[in-house]
C-alpha cells in the first residue's frame, strides 16, 4: 500500500466572501471545489487553508507536513506576510511541490521562487480558451487530448514575464487574439513548480473536468521522494583525494 | 562606431583593507584588476563601485547607466540594503547584464534573481582547477581551448543549488574530488546573467589571462540590445479579435 | 571592418516553375526574394542554390564557404540525396548556421539534425498569423514589437514533433484555432539552428518586411564564431593528472 | 496491481565471446548482468537480445512489447542494421524508454535520435571515477547519495558532443582530470532517453550496487503512459474557429 499524498489546498478566499457572481459558482470557496476533486480521487490526503486564519492556515507544521501545496491568490498577494512567503520557498526548495493557479503568478511565493516579475497581458471577456497540449505522454497531461477547451476564461496573454520553463506542458490559444504558455514546470532546489492558467474566479473553470483532471495528476507528480535540507553551504575539510598544492586546508569559517 | 559597452565593477572591498594576504595580491582592490582588463579590451566604458560608498555606489542614475554589472561579494552580502538588491534585480529583469563571480553565488541580487539557495560545497585548500569548455562556439568561450587551469583555487563542489542553467558553458575538476558547474547563462526577465566560478580572494585568480578574457568576452555578449519595463501586468480592454462569447469585457481595475 | 557574413539560400525552387499562383508571387523564386533582403541589409555575402542544380548547388566548396545555410523544401525532400543531407548535417555539426524556413521541419537536414518526426498539423486556408514574440531582448527579435501578423497563411499546429528548443523566440495564434512555436533556437553540435515557420509558397509571406526582418537578423545572429571538427572521439593516452590505479593507460586503438 | 515493465536488455555481446579478460568478468555476457539486476527488483519482465541474433534479436514484435529498451554496444555499432536502427528511432519516438549504456553514445540509435556526432575525448587506465549526483530527488537518483565511485574505470571526458540535455543527473570526476555529463535524460517525440556513462566491458561495472540501482531506477522511469504515433503530419481541413480570411481551405492533399 502507497502511503497518501498530503495536499493542502490554499486559496485567498476573499471573493467568495465579497463578490456575488463568485460565491454563486463557489459558494465554499474555489479551495473546496478543488479539494473534493483530489479527494474523489482517492490518492490524497487534503486540508484547507485560506488567506484570513491564523499564519494564513499553513503554520504549526503544516507546511512541513505537505507533499504538495496548491495556492490561488489574486487581489491580496500583499496580505500574505514575508514570513509565511519565505518558508513556502524554504519548503519548495527542501523538496515540496507547489502548484501555481492561475492569478497566483504575481504571489509572493511564485516571483521568490522565480526571481522575475511574472507579468501577463490580461482581459475579462469571457472569451474561449483552448489549452493545446504539448506533452501528451507527460504524467500531469494523462487523459487529455490534442487539446481542451474552456468557453468562457479571462485571457492571459504573453509575454508571460517568467524564466524559460523546464518543461512546457500546455499552450493556450484565446479567442481575442492572444496565445500564452498555460503549463509550465519548475525545478527548483528540491523541488518542483507547475504553474496551470486557468482559474479565474468569475467562471466556473474549476468545476471543469479536465481543469480537475490536469491538477489532479499534477498533484500526483509533483509529490517529492524526500525532503532535502540546502539551506547553507558545506565546508568539505577533507578533500576526498590527495591534494599537493599550496598549503594546508584552512579552517572551515 | 558602435558605443562602448558601459560596465560597472562592483566590489565588497573589505578583504583588500583586512586582510595583508589579500592586498599583496589586490593591493587597490579586486575591483581594479577587472576594471583594468575591461579597460585594455578597449570597448567599454568602466566604472567602479563599492559595499562602502553611500547607496554601495549603485544610486544616482549609475544602474540606469550601466550595461552590463559586474558583481563580487563574499563575507558581507547582508550588508548590502534590499533597496539596493531589488534595484539591481529590476535593473536585470529590464535587460541589464549580470556577471556574478565566485562567491557572488550566494549575494542577494543572485539570490533574488534565481530563487534557490545558490549553496555550494567548499574548501580551501590551494588545489588545482581544471575548468573544461562545454561550448567552445559560445561567444563567452571565445579564445579559450579545451580547457583552462588555476594553479591554486578555492574548491566549489556539486550540489550547486540552483535551477538548470539556460546555457551551460563550464564545467570545472579539483584535484581534491569534485566537480562543479562554473559556467553558467542564465536568462532572467529581459536580462541575461553570467555566473563564473573562479575568484577566490587569497589566489591571484583575477590576474589570469583565461579568466579575464571570459569575463571581457562575458560583459560583450552579455550588454542588452534595450531596456524593457515588464514590471506590470497590463489589461488590454480591446481584443485584437473579435469575441462572440459571454459579456462585455470588464474595466480594467 | 567586419568580413562579411556568408549566406547560401537554397530553395527546392519547384513550385515556382509548376504552380502559376506561386510563380505570380515569386516569379524569380522564393531564394531571390530572401536573398534581395539580404543584400538590401549590407552585411553579407550572398549566393542561392537550387534543388535541380548538380548536387542541389551545395557542392564544389560551397557549404565549407558558407556561414549560414537557409533552407526552405517542401514537396521535393526525398528528392535530396542523402550524401547532401549529410554533409549539411556536418558543417552544421561543425558550426555553420542553418535556417528552417516553414515546410522544411520534414527535409532531410531537419530530421537528421533533431531526430524526431518533426510532424505537425497543418490547413490551408487563408488565415491570419499572429506571431507573438517570447524574447524581445533576444537578437533574432531586434525590431520586431510584442507581436507581427500575417493576413494570409497556412495553418501549423501543435503538437509539433520536436526536441524541446533551446530558445523559444516566436508562439504562434491562428484564426482557425491553433498555435505553434514557431520561432525555435537548436543548438547542436557548435552550430546553431532557427526553425522559423511563416513561408507558405502560395501567400507572399517572404516579402512581408517582419519576415525579412526576422530572416535577417537570424543569419547575422547564427554565424559562427568558427569551425570545429567533432566527428571522431579521441583518445587521451597520457592524462593530465597523475592515476595511481590499477594498470597502464592501455593502447589508443 | 500495476503490470510490470516490460524491459529488453540488448547487448552487442561479441567482447565477452572474444576476450578471455572480458568473459572471466561478465561469463554470461552484460546483458546477463543487468537482466539479473531488473529480475532481482520485481517490478520488471524482463528478456535479452544480442547483435548476432536473426534481426539483433529484436524482429518479431520485440520492440511493439517493449516498454523500456537497454542498450551496450561498442566496437560493433556498424553491425546493427540500419533497418533497425531506424525501428528503434520509431518506437522511442512513439513512447519507448531508451537507456544508453556507456559506449552506447556512439551507436545508431543514439546518433539518429539525437542528430549530433556524439563523440567523447577517452582513455582506459582504471582510473578512479567519482559521480556527483547533481538531482537528488530525481527518481532516477532515488537512493544515490551526493556521489558514489567506481574505483576503475575507462574514462570519457568532454566536450561530449550532445545537445543540451533536457536533465542533467550526474557529472562524473575522472583521476585523470577530465569531467563528463554522465547521466542526461533526453525527451524525443513522446519517449525518453536516458545515456548513463559507466559499463565499460574490462571492468566489473555493471555488478555495482549503485551501477545497477541507477539502472533500475531508470528503467521504472522511463516507461511511458503510453505509445503514440506521429509519423506523419495531419490536415486539419476543419477549423476548429470560424475562418474570415482568403479562399476556403485547399483539398488535403
Known amino acids: 500500500m502507497t502511503a497518501k499524498i498530503r495536499v493542502t489546498v490554499w486559496n485567498e478566499f476573499r471573493h467568495e466572501k465579497n463578490k456575488e457572481e463568485v460565491r454563486r ?17 482517492g490518492g490524497f490526503d487534503v486540508r484547507t487553508a485560506t488567506l484570513d486564519e491564523p499564519d494564513h492556515g499553513l503554520g504549526g507544521g503544516v507546511l512541513e507536513n505537505t507533499d ?9 498577494h500583499q496580505a500574505v506576510s514575508d514570513e509565511i512567503a519565505a518558508a513556502v520557498q ?9 502548484i501555481l493557479l492561475h492569478s497566483a503568478h504575481g504571489s509572493k511565493p511564485a ?9 501577463v497581458k490580461w482581459r475579462v471577456a469571457g472569451e474561449r480558451e483552448r489549452l493545446w497540449n504539448l506533452a501528451p505522454n507527460h504524467p500531469i497531461a494523462a487523459g487529455i487530448g490534442d487539446y481542451f477547451e474552456l468557453p468562457h476564461e479571462e485571457m492571459y496573454g504573453e509575454r508571460f514575464d517568467i524564466p ?10 484565446f479567442e481575442g487574439g492572444e ?19 486557468p482559474g479565474h474566479e468569475t467562471y466556473p473553470t474549476l468545476h471543469d473536468a479536465s481543469v480537475q483532471r490536469v491538477i489532479v495528476n499534477a498533484a500526483r507528480w509533483l509529490a517529492p521522494l524526500r525532503r532535502i535540507d540546502s539551506a547553507r553551504s558545506m565546508c568539505v575539510r577533507e578533500p576526498l583525494e590527495k591534494i599537493g598544492g599550496a598549503g594546508l586546508p584552512a579552517p572551515c569559517n
Not at 524554504?90 to 507547489?98: A, F, I, N, R, T
Not at 516571483?111 to 507579468?119: E, S
Not at 524559460?164 to 490559444?173: G, K, T
Open 25 to 41: 459558482i463557489y459558494p465554499e470557496g474555489m479551495h473546496a471545489v478543488i479539494a473534493g476533486a483530489l479527494r474523489r480521487d
Open 179 to 197: 496565445v500564452f504558455r498555460s503549463g509550465c514546470v519548475f525545478e527548483r532546489g528540491h523541488g518542483r513548480i507547475f504553474y496551470f492558467r
Open 111 to 119: 516571483r521568490r521562487l522565480l526571481g522575475t516579475n511574472c507579468t
Open 164 to 173: 524559460a520553463p523546464d518543461q512546457l506542458i500546455f499552450v493556450s490559444w
Open 68 to 76: 504538495v501545496l496548491i495556492w490561488w491568490g489574486h487581489t491580496a
Open 90 to 98: 524554504k519548503h519548495v526548495l527542501e523538496g515540496m511541490g507547489l
